[in-house]
T-cell receptor, first 112, second 115 residues
Framework: KAGVTQTPRYLIKTRGQQVTLSCSPI?????VSWYQQTPGQGLQFLFE???????NKGNFPGRFSGRQFSNSRSEMNVSTLELGDSALYLC???????????FGPGTRLLVL | AQTVTQSQPEMSVQEAETVTLSCTYD???????LFWYKQPPSRQMILVIR??????QNATENRFSVNFQKAAKSFSLKISDSQLGDTAMYFC????????????FGTGTSLTVIP
């Protein structure tokens, strides 16, 4: 079974732009969660989607948004990019809510 | 709020030796899951081991085992017969059972296995 895939793997953007990241979960998995990983703040939870509905949201500004499609694929959008948004963005999928999460390779975003 | 503390930023171990990574957490919940994940350099995060809080028996996966002390809120990872491929950042993670798939991560321990 294929693992979690994320596209693109690397992105370079400038301040003020917006970006969309994509995550395809493991086949059959219905929950997708997003995390931001930075050297200073570590791993922080962004949000979780389950059956196309946002179930949980972390403490991030409204510039960070997401959605999930009927095939469980998820996208994350960051608008009005700031330098501090430079990070590795990790997507994780699980079969159900409250279950082991399996991580993708991440999208490394650099904001200049 | 849930917090997870990993007090050892860096550790090293000789190949074939045993090493223990520490993790403590703070929660008022009674039901939760605990995990250890490893993140090798420039590679993706993979699950090492998982422990359900309601289980008294410590989880074991081949060379990896945990010492789960619920009253002390401690969850340490023991790696036996360390191998070069164990070199990675190790993260301890906490998940509540009543709020879905939201991990609270520790800051990680960078483990280096020395040949």
């Amino acid at each position: 079974k294929a693992g979690v895939t994320q596209t693109p793997r690397y992105l370079i953007k400038t301040r003020g732009q917006q970006v969309t990241l994509s995550c395809s979960p493991i086949s059959g998995h219905r929950s997708v969660s997003w995390y931001q990983q930075t050297p200073g703040q570590g791993l922080q939870f962004l949000f979780e989607y389950f059956s196309e509905t946002q179930r949980n949201k972390g403490n991030f500004p409204g510039r960070f948004s997401g959605r999930q499609f009927s095939n469980s694929r998820s996208e994350m959008n960051v608008s009005t990019l700031e330098l501090g948004d430079s990070a590795l963005y990790l997507c994780a999928s699980s079969l159900a809510r409250v279950e082991t999460q399996y991580f993708g390779p991440g999208t490394r975003l650099l904001v200049l | 709020a849930q917090t997870v503390t990993q007090s050892q930023p860096e550790m090293s171990v000789q190949e074939a030796e045993t090493v223990t990574l520490s993790c403590t957490y703070d929660t008022s919940e009674n039901n939760y899951y605990l995990f250890w994940y490893k993140q090798p350099p420039s590679r993706q995060m993979i699950l090492v081991i998982r422990q359900e809080a309601y289980k008294q028996q410590n989880a074991t996966e081949n060379r990896f085992s945990v010492n789960f002390q619920k009253a002390a809120k401690s969850f340490s990872l023991k790696i036996s017969d360390s191998q070069l491929g164990d070199t990675a950042m190790y993260f301890c993670a906490f998940m509540r059972t009543n709020t879905g798939n939201q991990f609270y991560f520790g800051t990680g321990t960078s483990l280096t296995v020395i040949p």
